[in-house]
């Protein structure tokens, strides 16, 4: 067991050889770059092979018209947001200061992984490999998931584009390409499912919110059902769910705000305020 431990990269530890960290060094940026690139492509450009019906991402998200399509501009948001913290996070693998690159190093394995995944499912989403893509994002969620978990009291500056970011545009994502699925998504049983799943955001948000006063997942599932609010009404006024969406989002935000403003402002004593300028930065995920 101790010698698969130190071959395992997913196993948790204390601190990194400089050849461990070295390897993240590498495996985190490349990977990164290979998930940033091929994201703006399909942004941008349509695949040229294979026979399927193959889309910019945006054009197979307004091609079929779900319960779950989004708002191009606040996806690309979301993204954009999400990539640059997420350069921030690599950047601590640099550090001269050897607890932040151990930090940074702890997570690296579930981070290149996620970058993997993210490249597999947009190759085969905007290739409309919808169920292949859905199985990509499910096994990417257990991959977070699993993250989450074991690092939740990682500072903020790694669990946010590591950890939450990632985590909550998958978990929408899983309901977002599943909807791309079904038989006639537009038709009223769909229509109903949807009215109804959508509010799996609500309870997830409201769970880590709760239990881990995780402020940045509820700000994240907040944008990401914004998004679906607004491209619903855009499609349908006189529908109910962009009403459902923008109710869960006004909940998860207010939650959000209320977890967060005495997060910052240090008024919460569930959450450490006499700690060191290094435990600071976690205080919002930390309990007493």
């Not at 495996?27 to 193959?54: C, E, H, M, Q």
């Amino acid at each position: 067991m101790a010698n698969w431990n130190a071959w395992n990269p997913f196993s948790h530890r204390e601190s990194h050889s400089s050849g461990s960290v070295l390897a993240y060094k590498l495996f985190t940026l490349i990977t990164w770059l290979l998930s940033v690139v091929v994201s703006i492509y399909y942004v941008v450009n349509a695949p040229k092979d294979g026979y399927t019906i193959r889309r910019r991402i945006w054009d197979q998200n307004d091609l079929y018209r779900t319960a779950f399509t989004m708002s191009p501009v606040l996806g690309d948001i979301y993204w954009v947001v999400l990539f640059i913290l997420q350069f921030g996070y690599i950047t601590h693998l640099f550090s001269r200061k050897q607890e932040v690159v151990n930090w940074a190093a702890s997570v690296g394995s579930h981070f290149i992984l996620n970058n993997l995944f993210h490249f597999a499912f947009v190759m085969l989403f905007v290739r409309s490999h919808f169920i292949w893509a859905e199985l990509i994002l499910i096994l990417n969620f257990i991959n977070l998931s699993t993250l989450y978990f074991r690092h939740n009291t990682s500072p903020r500056f790694i669990h946010t584009p590591v950890a939450s970011g990632p985590l909550a545009w998958t978990f929408v994502a899983i309901y977002w390409n599943g909807a791309f699925m079904v038989y006639h998504p537009h038709n009223l049983v769909a229509r109903i499912f949807g009215n109804i799943f959508i509010w799996a955001i609500l309870g997830y948000g409201l769970f880590f919110i709760v239990a881990f006063k995780d402020y940045t997942m509820g700000f994240a599932l907040s944008v990401l059902t914004a998004a679906i609010g607004v491209a619903q009404f855009e499609r349908q006024v006189v529908a109910l769910q962009w009403i459902f969406a923008f109710v869960i989002m006004a909940i998860l935000f207010i939650a959000t705000v209320g977890i967060a403003v005495p997060a910052w402002t240090g008024r919460d004593h569930l959450w450490r305020r006499s700690s060191p300028a290094g435990d600071a930065e976690r205080a919002p995920l930390l309990n007493e």
